[in-house]
């Protein structure tokens, strides 16, 4: 029977298998930190789908990061980022009912937004109200259809919400929440995997 992902990624982080998620993603979330970072002064940041919470405590300390927030929506990740870090700000949320109470400047969300209901939603929800102007979304995805490897993953790791969109659809839902700049690229790509996936864009108009 296929399971809710908080419920199986809750799991994960009681087994330790989160840590060696992490450490899958690092090389792709290195890539994307560097590209949202550069250049950007004393800004407040979210991590959407924080799973342990280990991006936020990269961050945590770096001069220009006044803030870095974890949210996600798995009990036990958010019990292992609050035990590992006491002093960071991590809430158990559902990413599909929130917005921050205080507006950020980057939004970054590392294998993550497929799992929502309405991916479409929380992409126009992160414009409308979580984003400053002149803020960036940037998200990574290792699950979509131009990687065939990544399609029986629902089967896999019997998880019921799993949205199997294009390149293009993805780009099509930053479009039409209203965001500009609009980049993409794949990292890591080699024989048999399309590498992952990164869309970013930033809120112009206020
Ligand atoms: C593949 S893990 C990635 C975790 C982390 N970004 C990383 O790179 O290690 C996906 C995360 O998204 C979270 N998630 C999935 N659906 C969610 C939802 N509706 N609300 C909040 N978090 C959700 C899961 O609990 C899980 O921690």
């Not at 199997?164 to 794949?186: H, M, P, Q, T, V």
């Amino acid at each position: 029977m296929k399971r809710k992902p908080t419920v199986v990624f809750s799991e994960w982080a009681e087994s330790g298998r989160d840590e060696r998620m992490a450490q899958g993603h690092q090389r792709a979330v290195a890539n994307m930190l560097e590209y949202s970072l550069k250049d950007r002064k004393k800004y407040r940041f979210i991590d959407a789908g924080c799973g342990n919470g280990w991006v936020v405590r990269q961050l945590k300390g770096q001069p220009d990061c006044i803030a870095a927030t974890g949210v996600d929506g798995a009990p036990k990740m958010i019990e292992k980022a609050k035990s590992l870090d006491a002093e960071s700000a991590y809430f158990h949320v559902d990413l599909e009912h929130w917005s921050p109470q205080q507006k950020v400047d980057v939004v970054h969300s590392m294998e993550v937004v497929y799992y929502l209901q309405d991916p479409r939603a929380f992409i126009q929800n992160v414009y409308t109200n979580w984003l400053n102007t002149n803020g960036r979304l940037i998200i990574g995805l290792d699950f979509y259809k131009e990687n065939p490897i990544s399609h029986s993953w629902p089967e896999d790791c019997g998880v019921s919400i799993m949205r199997l969109l294009s390149e293009k659809d993805w780009i099509s839902y930053f479009e039409e929440a209203g965001f500009d700049s609009i980049e993409n690229w794949r990292v890591d790509p080699k024989e048999g995997w399309a590498g992952t996936l990164v869309i970013t864009a930033i809120k112009t108009s206020s």
